[in-house]
């Protein structure tokens, strides 16, 4: 079964950091681009970051360059979002997706919550 | 980067119904164009891909059809289980953008 499994969701506070990981398994991970897409509360979909699938290329959304940096580890089937500098706007659910790089998401995992406050 | 808008926000249909959601860019993304299902508490679901491809799965009562700027979904019999916000993502161009998303409730 194809399956994504994000954590290292939780409390930070302002200006703080946070790393999240997603676990992929079920498919060739080595062979797709990973995705991270979030949800504010009560809000929409907001694409986040996207690394190929040999890792070589990397695009960011405006509101988190330079702030966020987004990695894999093809021998362990994981990619990563190192989060810097948090402030309220970054609350949300974080989901991790794949796919193609450069196309629509087809596979998605269930998200893990940050919550960015004092 | 282009914006992608939806609408209407909300649409309320009986069981039964058709429903047409529409999205639209800002600029022309040919057919670079998906559209995704979301319910609550639930990780997005891919309905359509090339603004008219049903991905792996999804019934034939769900339709995309347009180009460019101007983008249709349609849902031909709603069932109860397609109540759900629904958004349009364009991969055309970095950043990949979502619209606002239609909220399909039961009339």
């Known amino acids: 079964e194809v399956q994504l499994l994000e954590s290292g969701g939780g409390l930070v506070q302002p200006g703080g950091s946070l790393r999240l990981s997603c676990a992929a398994s079920?498919?060739?991970?080595?062979?797709?681009?990973m995705n991270w897409v979030r949800q504010a509360p009560g809000k929409g979909l907001e694409w986040v970051s996207v690394i190929s699938n040999s890792g070589d290329s990397t695009y960011y959304a405006d509101s988190v360059k330079g702030r966020f940096t987004i990695s894999r580890d093809n021998s362990k089937n994981t990619v990563a979002l190192q989060m810097s500098s948090l402030s309220a706007e970054d609350t949300a659910v974080y989901f991790c997706?794949?796919?193609?790089?450069?196309?629509?998401?087809?596979?998605w995992g269930k998200g893990t919550t940050v919550t960015v406050s004092s | 980067e282009i914006v992608m808008t939806q609408s209407p926000a909300t649409l309320s249909v009986s069981p039964g119904e058709r429903a047409t959601l529409s999205c639209r860019a800002s600029?022309?993304?040919?057919?670079?164009l998906a559209w995704y299902q979301q319910k609550p508490g639930q990780a997005p679901r891919l309905l359509i891909y090339g603004a008219s491809t049903r991905a792996t799965g999804i019934p034939a009562r769900f339709s995309g059809s347009g180009s460019g700027t101007e983008f249709t979904l349609s849902i031909s019999s709603l069932q109860s289980e397609d109540f759900a916000v629904y958004y349009c993502l364009q991969y055309k161009n970095w950043p990949l953008t979502f619209g606002g998303g239609t909220k399909v409730e039961i009339k």
């Open positions: 600029q022309s993304v040919s057919s670079y």
């Open positions: 997706a794949s796919g193609n790089l450069g196309y629509y998401m087809d596979v």
């Open positions: 079920g498919f060739t991970f080595s062979s797709y681009a």
